[in-house]
């Protein structure tokens, strides 16, 4: 049971490229979310899929693009990166919207 | 926008001493109120929760309040010890969707 998994674990890009972080998690959770940490500023919540079929804009979300492929896996794309975009980006999973979110290991991403 | 506050920033306690964080929210109707420890490097994870229609929860040395009225909770860690050192992160359900908004955290050093 590996939990809440992300790939990759760290990403350099240039200004301007595009990227797709993976996320999958093997709990059978309905609900999953993507959020980005940046340093004295907590975790904020780009989107958020409530159930397989459905994705929804959290409190940062542009600039950014996600898909619910399945109930396992939701994907967060960068479609032009940006300096802005460099952050540490977490997925998370819960069983349901007031539930205990499980986070995965995250992803460091450094535009250039 | 909706959010959360937290204070302090930074605390340093004593071994054996108490610590207490506290959080104000802004949206009434929220619901949901996790706390998350996050240590150095490593991804959040979930220590104590609290929903809307209970005002106090303990788990051995780890207390939560809930006022409702005053739109705050708190957390409450008795004993101190050395591995407690973290950043901890409150956080509270909007009451519409899966939004979850998290305050900007406080750094916790107990001293041996």
Not at chain 1, 12 to 41: E, F, I
Not at chain 1, 57 to 71: A, D, Q, T
Not at chain 1, 98 to 111: I, S
């Given at each position: ?32 979310y993507w959020y ?7 975790l904020r919540l780009i989107y958020y ?9 959290g409190e940062v ?52 | ?98 939004d979850m908004r ?11």
């Amino acid at each position: 049971n590996a939990g809440v998994t992300q790939t990759p674990k760290f990403q350099v890009l240039k200004t301007g490229q595009s990227m797709t972080l993976q996320c999958a998690q093997d709990m059978n959770h309905n609900s999953m979310y993507w959020y980005r940490q940046d340093p004295g500023m907590g975790l904020r919540l780009i989107y958020y899929s409530a159930s397989e079929g459905t994705t929804d804009k959290g409190e940062v979300p542009n600039g950014y693009n996600v898909s619910r492929l399945n109930k396992r896996e939701f994907s967060l794309r960068l479609e032009s990166a940006a300096p802005s975009q460099t952050s540490v980006y977490f997925c998370a999973s819960s069983e349901g919207s007031v539930e205990t979110q499980y986070f995965g290991p995250g992803t460091r991403l450094l535009v250039l | 926008g909706e959010n959360v506050e937290q204070h302090p920033s930074t605390l340093s306690v004593q071994e054996g001493d108490s610590a207490v964080i506290k959080c104000t929210y802004s949206d009434s109707a929220s619901n949901y109120f996790p706390w998350y420890k996050q240590e150095l490097g490593k991804r959040p994870q979930l220590i104590i929760d609290i929903r809307s229609n209970v005002g106090e929860k303990k788990d051995q040395r780890i207390a939560v309040t809930l006022n409702k009225t005053a739109k705050h909770f708190s957390l409450h860690i008795t004993e101190t010890q050395p591995e407690d050192s973290a950043v901890y992160f409150c956080a509270a359900r909007l009451s519409n969707n899966n939004d979850m908004r998290f305050g900007a955290g406080t750094r916790l050093t107990v001293k041996p």
